[in-house]
């Protein structure tokens, strides 16, 4: 039987439909994936289940737990339930926990919420959930507050709050996308374990397939508010029905084309860097202290030829971004050279400095943020031409901005237009764009398709692939996606911990890794085709 | 904590410093020769001489700040033009006005604020709150020595439920001393309650709008739990440091409203000197006045750290 | 191919803010418009007093009476809106011209320059309005323009704070790190970006300084620190009705609603102006 079943349910914001006819069941020690991209009413629902619907949002149909309809139910049945019996992990951890409260008061407070507990016991098993999560179970981890933990152990504090009270069903709305890979394999561990133990339902909703496929035992997929297609995951993904599923697997699956003609390498590099080093000053831990210094960029030497394509792939705070910041030359590296066209970007000034450069631009990561959004699209593209001021006239600026335009795709209209009028995957087009117009021998792209749609990032790195082999643009091209930088880089470097751990041609590294932490980074991606194939094995 | 305790105790100095500094350039410095200014146009070369001599107007600008700064530090706060007491006597005698004036003040705009912001970002949405955000927004509106003037009329001359100036002191009595101040305090801390109130609401409403709130509803705490451990607890930060600065604007109201009232305290003090061009007496009681409200900023700060954890490391 | 957004317009109307807002523009207009008018024309001279009509009630000839000495209320209201919005508006600007620069400068450069922004943040906090027209005034007497720096310096800090922080909200987004590449300077950079970023904020707290800058420069005059005869202001006319307070109290009354009045306009003003410019406040979940 059922232990959560949603019938028919819809979520309207005024008289917009979010989520239609939803229907959905989940029974005892049962991972339900809900599979969708971003708008496709998947957290919506999610917060239906626990009837924490946003204030002016409507439903209809019905939502029952073992049997009870939810969906008329008042906040004092709610109260009761939400916690106790159907619990949330959120997916960013650190806003879910509340700043000021010590962690171990905020465990405690679900505790005693629920159960008449004394303080002795309460603590008691406090101490165990912290433990049974994989934290310390000290009274001293217990008095820390959220900032002070990294984001794993944030999200495992989260998961303690969920599980406080041993829940029957568990919904996580992407709990792993905020974090590192290899945090995410042992966050997913941990919650896989958890559920298997307790015997609970897990409605696990996610983005990404691999990740659905490797936690779910049957899987919806949703789009647009509405689910296209469910069954048990092995079939569904053998036998996929729908369109749009289709689409998104083949979305996700996407590499976009090989280079037409093989790269050959020159013997004076594009850009060199040697022994760059940077760090920066911590906060003081007392104030007559020296600051203590965090070494973010540590001795890193790397080369790009014209036309190549090198990939830098790391978890957050290995330095990669910082690394890029200096090859654009926002910041002075401490130590170390780096050269440009055989000249170091910071030695020169004026004129000379802009001439440089004119051959390095960026497309940065947050298609939201990379405008300014009181300029318009053409002002925008046109921005780097301040550095080729003098040297062109109006007619030719306006040329090049619609020549940008057309380049990545975009009319030629666009450019009369504000960014909020544009899509994400569409901003980003013009991200590109406006990288391009002073038509530069390099792009350093940091995360260019993290923020987007499986289905639009095909489509970017596509548009980035063609724009490789048809301008020629040497790209450096930075993630933490494994995939994003196989699938469109000829060379790659591994940064761990501010160092370049392991570099090599794409293929070689990935297809035989030398390095640990290469390997662990490697094993820790789901991967879909491989969580498919032992799920063939073992035959579902 | 401790760290950054000390951290704001040489910030304290450093701003008490300063102001001494602002002050002491302003009243003797600026205008020249303030001897000149105390004897206004009465002044004959004979007595401008004395008064000079007196105020040790002779010696170099340095050395006259470092008299009168170390003479503060030991209490020695100079003697009055016109009443030729010691101004630190004077300022003692007017404090016992001046401290409960602000006391009484401060507690009921607390205690009438901050509840009503919480109803206000309860009730939000409703017509409750409409008419409750409206006399807030009159309130903000009211210069609090006109309301003083309103509560004269109706409570002493209409009414004559309590007196309409003066201050009968505290040797007849408890209600004595707080009857002739409780007209006073409440046009003081009327308008302030209003401000705190809204700054309430609106801290209030944006920190429902976050994750963790969510996340407490998820666990199972009720709406009315949420709002008190959640809610309230985490809004009260941006609320401390407006009440903070409001202690700074109910100094300068009580100057006013001392005066309204014929109150003896320092704002009447201050102004009197003004008047009677005693530049002595305007510039301690000045600095006075000035420590107060940066005493009340530290102690905010302290309690600022005691809420949120995040603060409790030094400053770069 | 672009997406569809609701227009900015139908938000506004929709808004229940919108009262707010429109009763706000309303008011301030009506209190500036006569403060403008009382430059050329007023219902009857104010500068010569007129013993004989002391204290008339309220009547066709004069609707609101006259003072004690004989002087058209109303036309003592319209001229006094001119010294009570001169003040604040000056007061606001001077704010503005330092506070504003010193704010971006701080965010810009961080470290010693916010540090010393901070300090001197402090240090004008603890002088309020009052206290530094008292200072001045015992130095260099009374006046318009003694007030108006009195006021104007609480401003500067108010000012720095706003700026700094908008402009440190900008400072991660990475369309300022696109104007970088593209070779701009700082100060450029300041005025393409940052400024017309954070001129909605600006124009709210000048609102709210402006209310406040006519509420203290009434308390000034009330106490006679602020502008001097024979420039009338609202402040100055409660100082003189309050002795009057018991068997005249409109004289009281009508000065300082007229104050109240103003102040809640501008309030009114800003708030419907925050609503509007910054998306973020307005509704959301629960």
Redesign the interface.
Known sequence: MAILRFENLSIFNGTTALVRDLSLSLVRGETLGLVGESGSGKSLSALAA?Q?L???FAQSGSLRYRGQELSQAD??IM??????HI??I?Q?PM????????IGDQIL??LH??FKLTKKEGRARALKLLARVGLTPTAEYMGR?A?QLSGGQRQRV?IA??I??KPRVLIADEPTTALDVTVQAQILALLKEIVKRERMALLFISHDLAVIAQMADRVAVMKDGEIVEQGPTLQLFDTMQHAYSKQLLAASKHMPPKRTKPLVIGDTPLLQLHKLQRSY?L?????WQQ?PQKIAVNQVSLRIAAQQSVGLVGESGCGKSTLA?TV???ETPQAGRISFLQQDPFSLRGQR??QL?RGI??V???PY??????HTVGR?VA?????LAGQINGAERRRRVLEALTSVGL?ETAAQ?YP????GG?RQRIAIA?ALVTQPQLIVADEPVSALDVSVRAQILDLLADLRDRLGVAFLFISHDLSVVRAITDYVCVMNAGRIVEEGPTQDVFSAPRHPYTRLLLSAVPDLEETLAARRKVGH | MLQFALWRIAGLWWTLFAASLVIFIVIEVLPGDPAQVMLGMSGDAQSLGALREQLGLNAPVAQRYLTWATGMLHGDFGVSYTYSVPVADLLRERLTVSLPLAAIALALATVLGLPLGVLAARFRGRLSEAGLMAGLQVGVALPNFWLALLLIYVFSISLRWLPAGGFAGWEKGLWAGLSSLLLPAVALALPQAAILARIMRSALLDVMHEDYIRTARAKGLSRQATLWRHGVRNAMIPVLTVLGLQFSFLIAGAVIIESVFYLPGLGRLVFQAISQRDLITVKSTVMLLVTATVLVAFFVDLAYAAIDPRLRKAPR | MMKNVPSEKASFFNSRYSASLLLGTVITIVVVGTGVLSFFWLPFNVSSLNVAQRLQPASAQHWLGTDQYGRDLLSMLMIGAQTSLGVGLFAVGFGMLLGVPLGLLAAARRGFVDQLLMRFNDLVFAFPAVLSAILITASLGPGALNSIIAIGIFNVPVFARVARGGALSLAGREFLLAARLAGKGALRITFEHVLPNIASLLIVQATIQLSMGILAEAGLSYLGLGPQPPLVSWGRMLNEAQTLVSFAPQLALIPGATIVVAVLGFNLLGDGLRDLLDPKLRGGPR
């Open positions: 626990l924490l946003p204030e002016g906040d004092r109260n009761r339930l939400r916690g106790r619990s949330m959120f960013e806003s879910a926990l509340n700043p000021i409260k010590s407070e679900t919420w629920h507050f900032h989260v709050l969920a406080a009270c000053a906060p003081k831990q007392k104030f600051a910041r654009l030359g926002l400095r802009r450069q631009q960026a940065f990561q947050d943020g990379s405008f300014n959004p009181r925008t921005e780097p031409l301040y550095l009319p237009h909020h009028e544009f899509s569409q406006r």
